[in-house]
């Protein structure tokens, strides 16, 4: 079941903004790099809401989905999305938000054609 969410917090970011690489420096040409609060927002409501990439919303604490997809793949490669999960799992942890002997998975998305 598809969820919803409207963005982090300023309070939600500050507890993931430590985790992220430094910003890089302006570019000579072209877009400037969007915020990675913004970012995180995109990453975050496709995960929650399920939404395809094409839909993800517009406006000002969003950031266009090819933006975040650059910065999903980066950072899948530097580490920093297995830190933010890291911490993730620690604070819901350490809130017992997290039942670990239970667990579910979806197949819906499985790549696996064959049948029984």
């Known amino acids: 079941m598809a969820g919803v969410f409207k963005g982090l917090s300023n309070f939600?970011?500050?507890?993931?903004?430590?985790?992220?690489?430094k910003p890089p420096e302006k570019r000579e040409r072209g877009m400037p790099h969007f915020s990675f609060h913004y970012v995180l927002n995109t990453l975050l409501y496709i995960l929650?809401?399920?939404?395809?990439?094409?839909?993800?919303?517009?406006?000002?604490?969003?950031?266009?989905?090819?933006?975040?997809?650059?910065?999903?793949?980066?950072?899948?490669?530097?580490?920093?999305?297995?830190?933010?999960?890291?911490?993730?799992?620690?604070?819901?942890?350490?809130?017992?938000?997290?039942?670990?002997?239970?667990g579910a998975v979806d197949g819906s998305f499985s790549p696996w054609k064959g049948r029984w």
């Open 12 to 21: 939600e970011w500050s507890l993931f903004k430590d985790i992220f690489p």
């Open 48 to 102: 929650i809401t399920g939404c395809p990439w094409c839909d993800v919303p517009k406006g000002e604490i969003w950031a266009p989905n090819s933006s975040a997809h650059r910065w999903l793949k980066r950072w899948q490669l530097d580490g920093t999305l297995e830190a933010l999960q890291a911490l993730i799992l620690g604070i819901g942890q350490d809130k017992g938000l997290i039942n670990w002997s239970y």
